[in-house]
């Protein structure tokens, strides 16, 4: 028989790898699916130039 410390830290190892998994999961998904939006739209840049009042 496992005593209570053992099991209370598989538990722990059980939660925070499925905490972990999910995390990966949702953000693999979101990064997808920003990278897909940004493949339709054309950036277009500029740079401007701040000159002094004085």
Do not use: C, P
């Not at 190892?13 to 953000?27: D, E, K, P, Q, S």
């Not at 897909?36 to 000159?51: D, G, I």
């Amino acid at each position: 028989m496992l005593d209570k410390i053992t099991m209370i830290s598989f538990a722990w190892m059980v939660m925070v790898g499925a905490m972990l998994t999910a995390t990966v999961t949702l953000y693999d998904h979101q990064a997808n699916a920003s990278s897909s939006a940004k493949a339709r739209v054309t950036e277009v840049t500029s740079r401007a130039y701040h000159l002094s009042q004085y």
